[in-house]
């Protein structure tokens, strides 16, 4: 996935970029929920398997790395705390869709609510959790490395290839 944004090589624009993929995909999944081709519904199914697997890495990432190391240097930690209920509820709907059936008719259903949930989460990530970790004294520049190393091992883990 690429990561070259005109914002500064930092963390927050790794994590950015990873929203704005994970957007596209939702946008070729709505295109798909709209075709009658026969090919469409593995075509959905390997894109819901696809979105699962970039929200999973980006939330772990954000969980092991990001989140912590922005407690530590921002006194309101209120939006860090709703942002990983955030997550507990978006991977709640992560299990549903992979273990759901892409021809049960409450799917497409869970992808589309899965999409809107992360859209207001990076809404407030960009408008808010991201402006703070920038004014913070973090060095965001040397987090995106370690973001960027760990996303490569658990992209490694979660889809069986070898490092």
Known sequence: MPTKTSR?????SLLDADHRSVKKMFKE??????????????????LANQICLELSVHAQIE??????????????????????VEHGTAKDLISQIETGDVDDEMFDAKVTV??????????????????????????????RAQLEARKEELLAE???ATA
Do not use: W
């Open 29 to 46: 999944y709505e295109a798909l929920m709209e075709s009658k081709a026969k090919s469409a519904t593995q075509k959905k199914r390997d």
């Open 114 to 143: 899965l999409g809107e949930y992360i859209d207001h989460h990076v809404k407030e990530e960009r408008t808010e959790i991201f402006v703070k970790a920038r004014a913070s004294k973090l060095d965001l520049v040397g987090m």
């Open 63 to 84: 969980e092991e790395i990001f989140y912590p190391a922005l407690r530590g240097a921002i006194k309101e930690t209120d939006l860090l705390n709703e942002a990983e």
């Open 8 to 12: 500064a090589a930092d963390a927050c």
């Open 158 to 160: 979660m889809t069986g």
